[in-house]
């Protein structure tokens, strides 16, 4: 199964603009991207970004050991917006170099504690988090029936330029 | 870059890569989307999906690219006429060829970079731009008329981008509630509309064009829609004036991005 992610080149410009602004104590900023889902018959589904969700000033803790560290309210304001929405919920956070950019372990491992607790309230639907660098992009599925996270394999841009991140043959 | 591709190197060193990966849709294999599949294959789109229900008549063969007087006899469906015209211009490129109505194969255009519509009628249109929004895909759409003036006729057409996020067809004026409302009273009564090869050249060749300065730029002027109208009488090809009244304004047809995907997503579907 594959995984491929759309964003409008507008929104994901909203997103960028809104992560590259300073926080009064907390190194870098995360946000949520509400998403859709599509399913592309045969081979996987495309993840549809509709709306940035930032997380608030007040909802980070002081963390000096990560970049980032959410409060709980921040995961609860995000889990009410999955629930009264109807939507998938992917963090976003971004790296500041150029190139692929990846997961740290701490990435890795504050991810899989909190992505899954979207499923308490859309247990059918995918979640995730996806990782920016100044110019690509990067990020991981969770299926509610597939054992671990997914990379996601496909991402494109919409607008005019179109980007793709795609394997090139 | 391979040989075959080093004449338009200049849209960049990965252009034939880019076009390579890239996927397309093609709905309605007629005057139109036969000049479009031509045209992109020999640009080097990997990609294709092509949906058009119907077959060779004699009456096609006026502008029908591709199609020969035994595919008239036989009623040859066109999606194999257009994929055997691909494949004779790119043998390694990929076609997925469905002879149904687009309705009926909705699912084989979600995967799509860009759909292409060169269909008949406004509510073909309208619902497929509707469906490119749905999954965030740029719609491009081709037409032509011609109509009569006294003892004159007119030819004339338009090219136009939709692109998801930013102004639609209904925004453009060229989908209008009283075209709509007219096509359906008058279904089934339309006769055979006259279509002539060089206004659908022309057309056919404007967007690939303009879906070519979409994927690799050649150019800086970037913009996200284009509302291209074409005058067959006098020989241009303008911007229309409706996109320039209406450039600085959002589209108020699709709420923001609200509509997306499937309306009832189940995981065990995909």
Known sequence: MRVAFKITRCLLGSVLNDLRRSHPFAAERVGFLSCKVGGVKPWGWVVLAQEFHPVADDDYLKDHSVGAMMGPAAVRKALQIALSNEVCMFHVHMHGHCGQPWFSGVDLRETAKFVPDFWHVRPQLVHGAVVLSLDSIAGLCWHPRAPAPVRISEFSIVGAPMWFLRELK | ?270
């Open chain 2, 1 to 270: 870059m391979k040989e075959r591709y080093k004449r338009q190197s200049f849209l960049g060193p990965e252009s034939d890569k880019i076009f390579g990966s890239c996927i397309a849709g093609l709905v309605g294999l007629g005057g139109g989307g036969s000049h479009l599949a031509q045209q992109l294959a020999h640009l080097g789109l990997g990609n294709f999906r092509l949906l058009d229900p119907d077959v060779v008549e004699e009456s096609n063969l006026n502008r029908l690219v591709g199609a020969t007087p035994e595919d008239a006899a036989k009623n040859s469906l066109k999606c194999d006429v257009t994929k055997r015209l691909i494949n004779k211009i790119n043998p390694r490129t990929r076609v997925e060829a469905v002879a149904k109505k687009w309705q009926e194969s909705h699912q084989l255009l979600r995967g799509c970079d860009v759909i292409f519509g060169c269909v008949d009628t406004y509510r073909d249109r309208y619902e497929l731009e509707i469906t490119a929004r749905r999954y965030l895909i740029p719609y491009i759409d081709i037409g032509m008329d011609v109509h009569s003036i006294g003892d004159e006729f007119s030819v004339s057409g338009q090219v136009i981008l939709s692109m998801p996020g930013a102004l639609c067809m209904r925004c453009l004026g060229f989908l209008r509630d009283e075209l709509l409302a007219k096509e359906a009273e008058d279904y089934g009564a339309a006769g055979d509309r006259p279509q002539v090869i060089w206004a659908n050249g022309v057309l056919a060749s404007t967007a690939v064009g303009v879906f070519t300065q979409l994927l690799t730029p050649w150019h800086a002027g970037h913009s996200p829609t284009v509302y291209l109208e074409y005058d067959g009488n006098l020989g241009t090809v303008k911007s229309s004036s409706r996109l320039e009244h209406m450039k600085a304004k959002k589209c108020r047809h699709f709420s923001g991005l609200k509509d997306l995907g499937d309306p009832f997503w189940a995981p065990d579907e995909s």
